[in-house]
């Protein structure tokens, strides 16, 4: 998966849309909050989490970069995505890549966040 940032950053999201259309879109299933912005965004994406988790909501996070494991990216209720399911996506959602227009790192990576949250 890593070899895939030697592609770069591509602008648009015709790549996304498409590895997402091939999972029959489950970003369209979810209700997300988007934080953006120079600075802090994943201190207030802990503080929101950790909000919205004690009013009772399932919360899924997903944040980049990791610092130490790839699998703190992808966190639901405070918990990492385990090992053996991190491998499943990566090997389910290589399966599904256009080699002729290979994904971004980050696109592969926003991919599976989307799969692995149902």
Same mark, same amino acid.
């Given at each position: 998966?890593?070899? !895939? ?13 498409? !590895? ?16 953006? =912005? ?9 503080? !929101? ?6 009013? =009772?909501?399932?919360? =899924? ?16 209720? =405070? ?40």
């Amino acid at each position: 998966m890593y070899n !895939l940032q030697k592609f770069g950053i591509k602008f648009g999201l015709s790549k996304t849309e498409n !590895l997402l259309k091939t999972f029959h879109n489950p970003h369209r299933k979810l209700n997300c909050l988007h934080i953006a =912005g120079s600075n802090g965004k994943g201190s207030v994406a802990a503080m !929101l989490a950790s909000i919205y988790s004690q009013a =009772g909501y399932r919360i =899924g996070l997903f944040t980049s970069p990791h610092l130490v494991d790839f699998r703190e990216r992808f966190q639901i209720n =405070g918990r990492l995505i385990s090992k053996s399911r991190t491998l499943d996506l990566i090997r389910e959602i290589r399966e599904k890549v256009d080699q002729e227009e290979p994904p971004t790192f980050f696109e592969f990576v926003t991919g599976s966040l989307n799969r692995g949250s149902l």
